[in-house]
């Protein structure tokens, strides 16, 4: 395009330009718009080797559609209106619910750069303080034109998480500056991430400063729960529904923080006892009580979809029981393995990834020698530790190749690896869900061990 069709200096022109993209294609906005006949066609190569490279359909869009050209300098996408623009794929689920499909990546950044910064006037903060989301339908047997856009907006995200946002940039910063980069997690942050990145991660290796161990090079992400959350908002925002989600956070304090605070009253009461002091029943008979009363506390509703700072970063809130030993007798579930999902996902943007890779919060639970019930004793904030994520990796593709298979009777057991394995989770025999072979098979989850738990988190807790 030669004449631009938007004010360069204007970030509300420039959404509005991007919103004629909704429900439709790049090429047919072009072509609506244009004053030649037939399909717009790229002005330069965007496959790489006869496959889609994951920045096409950016590349495309701001090419194409917006008449720049793409470039690695520091500054916004529109310099002049402070604003960047992402593109982000979406993914449907077998219940045809909408999905963001992966993480954010934002931009890179070298260590020794990093260390020199401060956040009020970092590189990351200039670049994305202001952004334009475009979400597309992506489909692997379309070209990028040809994908439909579903939402273009604006993201704000110091106004929208400030507090939690700079936190988790200082989090980063600190790492690298104590000469720990090489031990850089994405469970180390909420909302925002340090991720490798894809086929170049493992030749990427870069010095860093304050210590001679090379590290793995990384970019600022918006984590996937971060960005799918940005992107619920921003649908029911358009649509004028009402946002059911309640802030826990003011915008001077961490989630860790006010975690701490909402349980601090409860600490070193049995469970009946809490129930008193919240004016609740107290059913000794039900055996999910401390894992409810556990959520009552925090303030979650009934399907554990309320608290903003939780959704947005897709924290894993757990309970566990501690016997007088200091051992426990559960491993730790997660959501079921949709069978249909995980073949066509890759690790790093897998469902499992995500889950241990972000924050855990865990209320412990803890029963005296001579005593039936047990007391609240600790709430501790815990992630996996980077070393051991193949682990939990190794457990995912071989479940997802055996899914792939049409095996489903020789997933890893608990005796098979370290960490994690797979097992039922579902209430009976009846019930099914649906595999990639067309048949109904049971459900089955992911779990993380239970000596597993024991070695990583209550040995460090109850030493004898």
Known sequence: MSDLLYNEESIPSIVKYAQRLENKTIDEVIFEQSSYKGVASPTKEYICEGKKTKGGFGQYLENEYFGKEADNKSQPDFPAAKLELKSSPLKTLSNFEVKVKERLVLNHFTF?????EVFDTSHFRLKNENLLLVFYHYNKEREYGKMKVQLADLWQCLKEDEAQIRADWQTIYNKVHDGKAHEISEG???????CTKGATKDTNWQVQPHSDIKAQGRAFCFKLGYINHIYQI????????????????????????????????????SAEEICKMRNENYNPADRSRYANISRRIMGFNKNLTNLYEFNAADIQFKTI?????????????????????????????????????????IVLFKRDEGQEEYYLDKVIDWQVPVEDYHFFEGVWTDTKNKVAAGDYEHFMKISDNPASHIRPKGKNNDDLMYTPQGIMEKKKCFWINQSYIQEKILNSIYKK
């Not at 020794?112 to 020199?116: A, G, H, Q, S, T």
């Not at 826990?248 to 923080?257: C, H, K, Y």
């Open 321 to 361: 029981r501690v016997e007088p030993n200091g051992k426990c007798k559960e491993s730790m579930s997660f959501k079921n393995v949709n069978y249909c999902e995980i073949v066509e996902e890759e690790w790093e943007d897998s469902y499992f990834y995500n889950a241990i890779t972000s924050k855990f919060i």
């Open 188 to 194: 180390d942050t909420l909302y925002l991430g340090a």
């Open 234 to 269: 921003l649908i029911q925002r358009k649509e004028h529904r009402q946002i059911l989600e309640t802030r826990i956070l003011s915008r001077n304090e961490t989630f860790i923080e006010k975690v701490n605070s909402i349980f601090a009253p409860y600490i070193g009461k």
């Open 112 to 116: 020794n750069d990093l260390d020199k």
